[in-house]
């Protein structure tokens, strides 16, 4: 089964990438296939984060389920998608209807909207672990159900727990991917089906990371407990096994910057840097392989702003990812009367050569 992930212009690349990444590590028949048309997917450059992301639409700017599905639909006619392929959109705008996600039956595609989740599940929760349990569920909805009148006639409009929940209180929705389940009527719908196992394996493993990740998160961040961080300086990762194996990707000159930072317990002021200016050049030969003089230079120019530039970049990219309680133990922040330092207790990172 091909299962095709593409975004509009404002689903931010962060949460494209994340969702991706998720749902391309899960085992099974289903074989995630990336965007063709977005170019800063497979981008590696410092120039990744140089434009500034697209904000998601406002909330007054509206889009019908038929404009949704047609995005899919010239995507598919502009590569020749098979038919029987499935086209899924991450998409930044509102709907008339005021649902998270739908799909159409007929032609195999769907939309996911990206934003207002925090508005349920809080600002913490890592948004693409939300986004991937929508993918899995429509692609399950499509093997257990011939026509979307069989899909509405089979929903629960009391919420109970289960994929099939309607959540016409979008509220509900919570209750539902929280428990990451089918109710034992629904597990009879599949059974019925006849749908394949290693379908069924995959996307009840995923779901299960997504339950689990979501009551991980929010335990941690009750009990503000922190989690383990692993370095690799040659893939430009920052990886968090404890938060669900969260994988945090940095262009070079993000990556050099913040190695240069952990390197550093006790801080860095940010008007020294050129005190620091031969391991930076050292770190960003590690990371590239190039032996870029002025790149290296560029990090520490004060007077351009461009260290200032990268730290927010990085605590962004960070916060995106973890959510503000998490974030606050990896980004690089500054107290009153100390330099810009990285909180985490050097004990819980592990760098990787």
């Known amino acids: ?9 404002h689903c931010p690349l962060a949460v494209y990438q994340n969702v991706f990444e998720k749902l391309s590590k899960s085992a099974g028949v289903i074989r995630f296939i990336k ?17 500034r992301e697209r904000e998601p639409i406002n909330k007054y700017h509206f889009l019908s389920f038929s404009q949704l599905y047609d995005i899919c639909e010239n995507y598919r006619k502009k590569h020749s998608i098979d038919k029987n392929d499935h ?13 998270f996600s739908n799909m159409d039956h007929q032609r195999n595609n769907y939309f996911v909207q990206v934003t207002e989740w925090e508005l349920f599940f809080g600002a913490e929760t ?21 026509s979307e009148k069989e899909v509405m006639d089979a929903v629960h409009h009391k919420p109970i727990g ?8 979008k509220k509900d929705i919570t209750l539902k991917i929280r428990t990451a389940d089918l109710c034992p009527k629904c597990l009879n719908i599949i059974k019925s089906k006849d749908v394949p196992l290693n379908f069924l394996n995959q996307v009840f493993s995923l779901w299960e ?7 991980f998160r929010e335990r941690a961040e009750f009990l503000n407990k922190m989690g383990r961080m692993i370095i690799n300086p040659s893939k430009k990762i920052l990886f968090f096994p404890d938060y669900g194996d969260i994988v945090v990707k940095l262009p070079p000159k993000e990556m050099t910057f913040y190695q ?13 840097l050129i005190d620091h200016a031969k391991t930076l050049k050292d770190y960003y030969f590690i990371i590239t392989g190039n032996d870029d003089i002025a790149a290296t230079e560029n990090i520490y120019s004060i007077h351009d702003n461009v260290p200032s530039q990268l730290l927010s970049r990085i605590n962004r990219i960070l916060v995106a990812n973890l959510g503000k309680t998490l974030a606050s133990y990896y ?22 050569p």
């Open 260 to 272: 240069l930072f952990i390197s550093e317990p006790n801080g860095i002021n940010m008007n020294s």
């Open 1 to 9: 089964m091909n299962v095709h992930i593409i975004r509009d212009e």
């Open 162 to 169: 289960c994929m099939m929940d309607f959540c016409e209180e």
């Open 35 to 51: 965007s063709k048309d977005d170019t800063l997917i497979t981008d590696d450059t410092d120039d990744m984060f140089n434009e």
């Open 209 to 215: 990371e997504i339950r689990k990740n979501i009551a």
């Open 331 to 352: 980004t690089l922040e500054k107290t009153m009367n100390e330099p810009h330092k990285i909180r985490i207790n050097r004990e819980y990172v592990t760098l990787l």
């Open 87 to 99: 086209v899924f959109l991450l998409s930044g705008a509102n709907n008339y209807q005021n649902w």
């Open 126 to 146: 890592e948004v693409s672990f939300l986004l991937c349990y929508q993918v899995m569920a429509w692609l399950l909805k499509r093997n257990m159900f011939s």
